[in-house]
């Protein structure tokens, strides 16, 4: 499984932003998809996820009520809609896979900066 993610940039404080995360290969074999994020100095940590069965999700208390995860199946792509965007936000975002069987996966990153 490969995984591409795109739509970080840089948003002014209350903006919006969407990420997308293209899966590709044996997408089958995923359980679980998530966006993580790291600041600079800190440690990764899960934003949202999604399962690709039921579809149920989980959010970090920061983000709840501002992020949304979402998924198509038919597309094999993963969102994560961003609203009112605050600095504290500003990290890299990665894409994640749990797979059934094996070590997950990540994509390589993308940059999210919300000025202030």
């Known amino acids: 499984v490969q995984l591409v993610e795109s739509g970080g940039g840089l948003v002014q404080a209350g903006g919006s932003l969407r990420l997308s995360c293209a899966a590709s290969g044996t997408t089958f074999s995923i359980n679980v998809m998530g966006w993580y994020r790291q600041a600079p100095g800190k440690q990764r940590e899960l934003v949202a996820s999604i399962t690709t069965g039921g579809g149920s999700t989980n959010y970090v208390d920061s983000v709840k009520g501002r992020f949304t995860i979402s998924r198509d199946n038919a597309k094999k792509t993963m969102y994560l809609q961003m609203n009112n965007l605050r600095p504290e936000d500003t990290a890299v975002y990665y894409c994640?896979?749990?797979?059934?069987?094996?070590?997950?996966?990540w994509g390589q990153g993308t940059q999210v900066t919300v000025s202030s």
């Open positions: 994640n896979a749990r797979m059934y069987f094996g070590p997950e996966k």
